[in-house]
Structures are given as C-alpha cells and as structure tokens.
C-alpha cells in the first residue's frame, strides 16, 4: 500500500479513536484550575488569543457537536445555565484540548509510515487540523470560569434567600 494512503488511514484511525476516547473519559477527572489547563502567564489573561483573532475565526471551524449533536454536548451556551452545565461544559474544553494535544503528538507517527518528505506533509496536516482547536479551548475556557463564578454567586445568593424563607415560615 502506498505510504500516503497509509498516512491517511492512520490519521483517520487516530482521529475516530481520539473522538471516542474523548467520549468515554471522565469528565471528573479534568480541573481546569490545573496544569494544563490552567491559564499560563504568557496568555495574558486571554490578550495572546485576542491578538490571533481567535473571536473572528472561531466559529469558522468544523464542529463535532454540530456534526454529531447526539453524540456531543453543544458548544453554545443556553442563557439559563446552571453552575453545572457550565462546570460540564469548562470540563469539556479540557477533554478537547487533551484529545487534540494527542492526536497532535500522535501525528508524528506518520514519520514512521512514510518515509522522505511525505511524512512533513502529514504532520502539518496533524498541526493545523489541532492546534486551532487547542487554542480556541484555551480562549473560551477563562471566559467560561468567569462566568461560572457569577452564576455560582447567584445560585449562593438565591440559596440563602430560600433558606431565609423557610426559616422565617415564609416560603412555600
């Protein structure tokens, strides 16, 4: 079989492999308060990504929760979260960034399939199909934690005014 077309099936068998992976991981497992996934100091608090123009181009990108709705939670964000929609959805840019990272480095695997200079080909094809998906993961997550805090805030507030309530014989 010719090297290239191993190439592909290679790629294509990572990428199916890393989208069930990504599917089947624990979610509990991914705190974005953590390495990895915690903001770096160089990102400087999201100006690294605004100066990419990640917001101009983010949407422009194939996405697998439009492609496999029943299979994949959607990346849009109802105005009624709660904090554990928005927890679910924080953790899964985690599991994106971490499926994409390896199928980044699982990419290099081409080098042993074709041999020459084919295997930069598909390098390059690994890189540029991940890395826009790692660093819109980095660009939403910060704006997503943000958010959580506020709607945490406002789920204690609503809490205590329930408690209040019923300790005072005034709710339902």
């Known amino acids: 079989m010719m090297p290239f077309i191993k190439c592909v099936l290679y790629l294509a068998a990572i990428g199916v492999g890393g989208f069930l992976l990504g599917r089947v991981l624990p979610k509990g497992m991914f705190n974005a308060e953590r390495f990895p996934y915690r903001p770096f100091g ?3 608090q999201g100006a690294v990504y605004d100066a990419l123009g990640v917001r101009r181009w983010k949407e422009r990108v194939p996405d697998m929760s439009a492609i496999l709705p029943k ?3 959607s990346k849009h964000m109802p105005a009624n979260a709660s904090s554990g929609d ?3 959805m924080i953790r899964e840019t985690c599991v994106a960034e971490f499926i994409h990272g390896l199928l980044c480095a699982a990419g290099f695997g081409c080098a042993a399939i074709w041999r ?3 295997w930069a080909l598909s390098v390059l094809y690994a890189l540029v199909g ?3 998906y790692i660093v819109i993961q980095r660009y939403n997550r910060p704006k997503l934690t943000r958010i959580l805090r506020r709607v945490q ?4 507030v609503h809490e205590k005014c329930d408690d209040t309530e019923l300790r005072h014989g005034t709710g339902a």
Do not use: D
């Open 130 to 132: 991940n890395v826009p």
């Open 153 to 156: 805030a406002r789920e204690n």
């Open 86 to 88: 928005l927890l679910l």
């Open 116 to 118: 020459g200079w084919g």
């Open 71 to 73: 299979l994949m939670p």
């Open 42 to 44: 160089w990102e400087r």
